[in-house]
């Protein structure tokens, strides 16, 4: 499922669109309140097309019937591992489930496993216009984790760190998403204060990972690869 072509393309289709799905944070300071409150919107449309572009380029690699069984069944199973959790605030194995993805498939079998996670996972807790970022910010913490090479024995304070930044990463984006959707008047005191409304949600997110990845991640990342051989 890896390949470098793959995970070049998905990568820079993910840091292009987190580029654009940032840009309101430089309108603030330059006094665009216009566009701003029209970005929910335009951020959707971002999200979609980037989404689009990954899944043209994995079936643009002609994927085998088996590859697409374990993206299948990976995503309804990390999908379905959410709802039980869904009464703990921020605290799932999603997010360190879809980072072995990752690391042990590929950017964009990550990328894609991440999207399906909230798609599928919603139709149980509620789809809205939360979820296209929520499947994108768990898309791109799939196809970045790619960069972390896989290896029998990764270093567990490695993928702890990384645990940690995806939480932080997923409750920036989601953050971001709330602020210039729901608060107003869009400026910079009510964009920190979406951010540190979060920061409590975001830093369970980000301890959880840890947690998770540094007690199993070694032991989850050679069943997933084992999969593929």
């Keep these: 499922m890896r390949s470098n072509s793959q995970n ?17 944070i430089y309108f603030i300071f330059f006094g665009y309140n216009s566009i701003i409150e029209q970005w929910s919107l335009i951020s959707i449309i971002i999200v979609s097309v980037a989404i689009l572009a990954v899944v043209m380029e994995f079936s643009r690699q002609k994927p ?37 993805c990752g690391i042990a498939f590929g950017s964009v079998t990550g990328f894609i496993i991440g999207i399906m996670t909230p798609l599928i996972s919603n139709l149980f807790l509620g ?12 898309g791109v913490i799939g196809a970045i984790s790619a960069i972390v090479k896989f290896n ?36 910079v005191y009510t964009f920190f204060f979406a951010q540190i409304q979060g920061l409590g949600f975001d830093t369970l997110h980000a301890l959880s990972n840890f947690l998770f990845l540094t ?9 997933f690869k084992n999969l593929i051989e």
Excluded: E
Excluded at 8 to 24: E, G, Q
Excluded at 154 to 183: A, P, T
């Design 8 to 24: 070049k393309i998905t990568i820079s289709i993910a840091l292009l669109s987190m580029i654009l799905i940032f840009f309101p």
């Design 64 to 100: 085998s019937s088996r590859d697409i069984a374990i993206i299948i069944v990976l995503g309804t199973t990390i999908a379905a591992l959410r709802i039980p959790f869904a009464a703990l605030p921020s605290i799932q194995p999603c997010t360190f489930l879809i980072i072995c």
């Design 127 to 138: 789809h809205g216009p939360w979820t296209p970022l929520q499947m994108y910010a768990w």
């Design 152 to 187: 029998p024995r990764i270093n567990q304070w490695k993928l702890g760190l990384l645990g940690i930044l995806s939480g932080y990463f997923y409750g920036f984006i989601m953050n971001i998403w709330f602020w210039y959707s729901f608060l107003y008047p869009h400026n």
């Design 215 to 223: 007690i199993l991640g070694n032991r989850i990342l050679p069943i």
